[in-house]
């Protein structure tokens, strides 16, 4: 299983929100300096999301996460404000390995189709949930939609891996939805990437056994909760 440190960023600067606030921002550096340190510390894989993109679906970021690429030579997976193909086109022209696509999977999932066509592997559908409902938006926007029917959904249309999140775990430091990861696992057969409540390195293996294949800390590695090392020595 692969450990995805979490680096949101908003303004400009790597931050942690309590379940998708963003008047709930937590400061914690300059993101080229944080990837740099989850690199150093054995990540093999980083997860960003642009959290301003996000909600204005403009890539606010543009520079941060530039920064990042120059910075680290291990992988990165981006999300936050993609809409349209050209979204796609420039953060995979600007050296991001895969393409994190979420309101589109729910408001345009011809382009999620054809971009899973285009970049075969580089896409990943981002489904996150509320009290059972996928959220879009920047979780702003509560569409009513059954988190494993949209994977479903998603993988007829040729996407092979989702992040799912449950929102309301999301920075809370409360545990993962542990069953929510291993209905989504078992009923779609899908590549399972588990987010949201992360807290001790129990959660690590608890989400593993659930049939997750990756899983993204966020706060817990902020706060130490748990260790990368620890983590990653956990999900192998």
Known sequence: MIIYPAIDIKNGVCVRLKMGDMEQATEY????E?????????????HVVDLDAA????????????????TVSIPVQLGGGVRRMEDIDIRLGLGIRRVIVGTAAIENQELV??????????IVVGIDAKEG????????????????????????????????????????????????????????????IASGGMSVPEDVVAVKNAGAQGVIIGKALYTGGIGLREAIRLGA
């Open 29 to 32: 550096g300059e993101p080229s």
């Open 34 to 46: 944080t990837a740099l340190r989850w690199q150093r510390l054995g990540a093999r894989y980083l």
């Open 133 to 192: 409902r996928v959220a879009t938006r920047g979780w702003a926007a509560d569409t009513g939609e059954d988190p494993v029917n949209l994977a479903l959904e998603m993988k007829k249309r040729g996407i092979a891996t989702v992040i799912y999140t449950d929102i309301a775990r999301d920075g809370m430091l409360t545990g993962p939805n542990v069953e929510a990861v291993k209905c989504m696992a078992h009923k779609t057969g899908m590549e399972i």
């Open 113 to 122: 189709e054809e971009a899973a066509r285009k970049y075969p592997g580089r």
């Open 55 to 70: 909600f204005s679906g403009e890539f606010s970021n543009y520079d941060a996460v530039a920064g990042i690429l120059k």
